[in-house]
């Protein structure tokens, strides 16, 4: 059963650092793009970052870009680690993070409606 498990999320100040981590296990995610998405309490889900199944292309929400960093491990076992290093956090990334996973990095241009798989979510908080 395909299977995404988000680790790491917690508590910053502002200013600090958070790394996220996705495991994707149960099925061939080899072939798939993957990436974070984040909602943040009475808000919409908005896309954060994500990068295509070979880790070469990445694609970041604009408020996002030079802050936060997407990478991909190359698999073990058949698992697939994908990373969201997070620096220079502000208050306002304070938001449940989701990892997922869509058939193309193209799929992440189109809101959430291309997303197959979603993760439980991992709270992210960030105090001033």
């Known amino acids: 059963q395909a299977q995404l498990v988000e680790s790491g999320g917690g508590s910053a100040q502002t200013g600090g650092s958070l790394r996220l981590s996705c495991a994707a296990s149960?099925?061939?995610?080899?072939?798939?793009?993957m990436g974070w998405f984040r909602q943040a309490p009475g808000k919409e889900r908005e896309f954060v970052a994500a990068?295509?199944?070979?880790?070469?292309?990445?694609?970041?929400?604009d408020s996002m870009k030079g802050r936060f960093t997407i990478s991909k491990d190359t698999a073990k076992n058949t698992v697939y680690t994908v990373y969201l290093q997070m620096n220079s956090l502000k208050p306002e990334d304070t938001a449940v993070y989701y990892c997922?996973?869509?058939?193309?990095?193209?799929?992440?241009?189109?809101?959430?409606?291309?997303?197959?798989?979603w993760g439980q979510g991992t709270q992210v908080t960030v105090s001033s």
């Open positions: 997922t996973a869509a058939p193309f990095l193209a799929s992440y241009g189109q809101g959430s409606a291309q997303i197959e798989y």
């Open positions: 149960g099925r061939t995610f080899s072939s798939y793009a």
């Open positions: 990068i295509n199944w070979s880790g070469s292309s990445t694609y970041y929400a």
